[in-house]
């Protein structure tokens, strides 16, 4: 039976009739499974007046009675995270161990909000001056926005709205169109958790939805997450429109391997970070940099376990699943063609790998390339996919040198046994997060997660004390309590004494 996944809005599936609709994919089929309605800007209206109604209560609810609601909306996700999973495989196609990964670090984050009582803690000075107490408050913005993408639809709306909401803030939430139902899923767990009404509001779409939430003057901030050029023009448009926007972009991301390097570790490293989730991670390991002389070793070993893997069917025990949709699989098969075309390597071809499923899937094995150059398009781009570059090096100096002057800065990795050389990188790297030995350095949820350069825009990254800081407004409150021994009128500009 095909499912129909709407709008969720002020507690309850909006009933209206939608002017226009996506189809929703299984990637395993490559069959529509169903349809989602796209809201236009009068829809988004109506989430905006839910959410605003719904702030003036919550705002004012207790941290006590915030961090309960979390309390239980930690223990239903979690009670229900394969529910969950299950429903991120069916529409993104991921592996089912995968899908539930990513629940599991969106857990996280819910955990770290648990503790919004301790989080808000402000500062107090007594006595300033004679007489006089200072203090700082942090304060709700009102309605924020959150706009994900596809590739982690449970997770990444959660780096944001569980401290957006235990900061007392109401959350609207833009999924991707590709894969809606999660979001959905999680609504109805927010309402079973006892979070009023309106605090929560998901509203589906595309660009329409998109534009009406980053113009709309009752929204006071956008979190987003998506690729570089749209999260540029979010970045652009919702300032433009006196929003705070932190706006989370693509990523190319390197991983170093010195001469000294555990090669073995090294390998088994590359073909997790290259090809888990099919290379549809943003902190997926698209670029090997070896320093030589360990490229024909690694690329030897990363071969012999290329051979292992099997592509198929995620819920039936794959290593990888599908590409998420025709389009994107026929996108990241026309870089393997460039590839070759521009003259690099192609050490295996994902085009010609056998899969275990269904003939319409959208189906590309793992692929590897060697001796590819900086000026190719498959190092200069953003893939997405399980497409794998070794570049091969002569020095440690060389390696930075490319990691530094690559476009995107968020995520990179070194591997080595060097305690110097990796505190080093460590230090000259222009990355946001930094793996030694570690593939995908995604920063537990008490940190915060984000790039530099163009895989961010704004100043803000997500989650820890950082979105903490992003969700609140800070307030200074200068106080003084009458005693007989005021000291009358003085124009002068106020001086401690
Ligand atoms: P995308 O940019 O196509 O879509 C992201 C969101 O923007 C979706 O909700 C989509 O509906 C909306 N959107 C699409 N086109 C739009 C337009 N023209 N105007 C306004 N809104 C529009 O990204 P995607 O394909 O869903 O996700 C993959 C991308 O996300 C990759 O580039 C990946 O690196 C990036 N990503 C980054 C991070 C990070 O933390 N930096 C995390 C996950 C994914």
């Given at each position: 039976m ?45 989430a ?7 702030f ?57 909000a648990?503790?919004i ?13 004679t007489?006089?107490?200072v ?21 990444v ?10 900061s ?10 590709k ?20 605090v ?57 391997v ?27 390991i ?16 990363i ?15 794959a ?6 949709s ?7 098969a ?26 319409a ?6 692929t ?21 570059s070794?570049?091969r090096?002569k020095t ?8 530094n002057?690559h ?10 046994n ?29 940190y ?6 163009a ?16 969700f ?11 005693d ?14």
């Amino acid at each position: 039976m095909s499912k129909h996944v709407t709008h969720w809005i002020n507690g309850q599936e909006w009933s209206g009739t939608a002017a226009r609709h996506g189809d929703i994919y299984n990637p395993a089929t490559g069959q529509v499974t169903g349809t989602v309605d796209f809201a236009t800007s009068a829809v988004m209206d109506q989430a905006v007046a839910s959410s605003k109604a719904a702030f003036a209560e919550w705002r004012q609810a207790s941290l006590a009675r915030r961090a309960q609601v979390l309390f239980a909306f930690r223990e239903l996700l979690n009670a229900k995270k394969e529910e969950l999973a299950a429903i991120i495989t069916a529409e993104h196609g991921k592996v089912l161990s995968d899908a539930l990964g990513e629940v599991t670090r969106g857990l996280e984050v819910v955990e770290f909000a648990c503790g919004i009582p301790h989080l808000l803690k402000g500062g107090y000075s007594e006595s300033v001056s004679t007489g006089v107490d200072v203090y700082s408050i942090r304060q709700p913005l009102g309605v924020v926005g959150i706009i994900s993408p596809f590739n982690f639809p449970a997770m990444v709306p959660m780096w944001f709205f569980p401290l957006a909401i235990a900061s007392g803030n109401v959350v609207i939430v833009k999924p991707s169109e590709k894969d809606p139902s999660a979001t959905d899923f999680v609504a109805k767990l927010w309402k079973e958790a006892g979070l009023p009404d309106g605090v929560f509001n998901v509203v589906h779409g595309d660009k329409e939805a998109v534009d009406a939430l980053l113009t709309h003057p009752d929204v006071k901030s956008i979190s987003f997450v998506g690729s570089t050029p749209i999260a540029k023009y979010v970045y652009e448009t919702g300032t433009a429109h006196g929003k705070r926007v932190q706006a989370l972009g693509g990523a190319k991301n390197h991983m170093v391997v010195l001469p000294d390097a555990d090669l073995d570790l090294a390998a088994d490293a590359a073909i997790n970070a290259g090809f888990g989730s099919a290379g549809e991670r943003c902190m997926a390991i698209s670029a090997l940099v070896a320093v030589e002389p360990v490229a024909d070793a690694l690329i030897a070993k990363i071969k012999e376990r290329m051979a292992k893997l099997t592509t198929g069917d995620g819920t039936k025990g794959a290593d990888m699943g599908p590409l998420v949709s025709s389009i994107h699989r026929d996108k990241v098969a026309s870089y393997v063609a460039a590839g070759e075309e521009e003259g690099a390597t192609l050490v295996v071809d994902g085009r010609t790998t056998k899969f275990e499923g269904d003939a319409a899937g959208f189906w590309l094995g793992p692929t590897l390339f060697d001796n590819v150059t900086s000026k190719m398009s498959i190092y200069t781009d953003e893939i997405f996919g399980p497409v794998l570059s070794v570049i091969r090096v002569k020095t440690y100096a060389e390696a930075l040198k490319l990691v530094n002057d690559h476009l995107y800065g968020n995520g990179t990795a070194i591997f080595t046994n060097d305690g110097g050389a990796a505190r080093r990188y460590q230090n000259e790297v222009e990355v946001g997060m930094v793996g030694i030995n570690v593939p995908i350095p995604v920063p537990m949820a008490y940190y915060s997660f984000g790039g530099w350069k163009a895989s961010l825009f704004g100043d803000t990254h997500a989650h820890g004390m950082e979105g903490v800081h992003f969700f609140t407004r800070g307030k200074v409150v200068t106080s003084r309590w009458l005693d007989p021994s005021h000291g009358g009128i003085n124009l002068g500009f106020p001086q401690n004494v």
